[in-house]
């Protein structure tokens, strides 16, 4: 039988979501639990890779699982329960759910989001997700002017990770755009609105690509480049003529949409 999973995770001290031979991996402890908890070997796939280091809020792995304790409904609460209870605590299965046997969390995704947190003004607060970008002033009204430049359907090779394995460099982006994210009470005082976050939607993300917007849009953003700057170092399709890449801990995937309802 075919599961959704839907889970959380903090990817701090795994080397991203892809299973690896020598370094640990979201993938791995999720097959382990997975596996450990049904008694039978348990391949789990993702819905895409995040690079080390990346966190995600709602991200969606299937799996084939013969056993039937998670089918009845008034047993996946007590699943949930004790999957959760060996996964590390970095890791938590959110949700587990029954769906038709051609589902794929990979390929049928029609968009993916990630957010991406920064702030300019240091912070104890911020804690290692809002990565501190020394700087006193961004404009981010030309970075908006500049993310403008990623939307539609574009060759986006400059911005892909150099030694890529992948072969079609061409991604649809439907949304990218930054604006301020103070933080809660009582700490909101403590970033004095100097905390931002990038949202950016596409079908699929190429290596890199996100932590590699960001970049580039901070070269606009601290007038080193024009907000017209993107376009031409899209029409490069060359890795060096983008910004650099920005740490992996401020990254987040936090949503997943497919053509038919997960539930």
Known sequence: MKYFIK???DGAGF????????????????????SLLLKEDIEITGCGRTDSGV????????????????????SKQHFLYKINAILPNSIKVLGIYRMHSKAHARFDA???????YLSTEPSPFLGPHTWY??????????????????????DFSSLQKT???????????????????????????????????????????LRNMVRAMVGSLLEVGTHKRDPEWIAEMLKKKDRSAAGLSVPGEA???????YPYPIK
């Open 15 to 34: 080397n991203g979501w892809q299973l690896q031979k020598n370094a640990p991996s979201i993938q791995e402890e999720l097959q382990k639990a997975f």
């Open 55 to 74: 966190n995600a809020v709602n991200y969606i792995a299937h799996a084939e699982i013969a056993s039937k304790v998670a089918l009845r409904a008034s």
């Open 163 to 205: 030694g890529s394995d992948v072969t079609n460099p061409v991604c649809t982006v439907t949304q990218a755009f930054w604006k301020k994210a103070p933080l809660p009470a009582p700490f909101a005082r403590e970033t004095a609105g100097k905390r931002l976050v990038f949202t950016v939607t596409s079908n699929r993300f």
């Open 251 to 257: 990254l987040f995937l936090t949503d997943i949409k």
């Open 110 to 116: 029609v968009s993916r989001t990630y957010k991406y």
């Open 133 to 154: 970008f020394k700087c006193r002033e961004l404009d981010m009204e030309a970075m908006n002017k500049a993310a403008a430049y990623f939307i539609g359907t574009k």
């Open 7 to 9: 889970l959380s995770y």
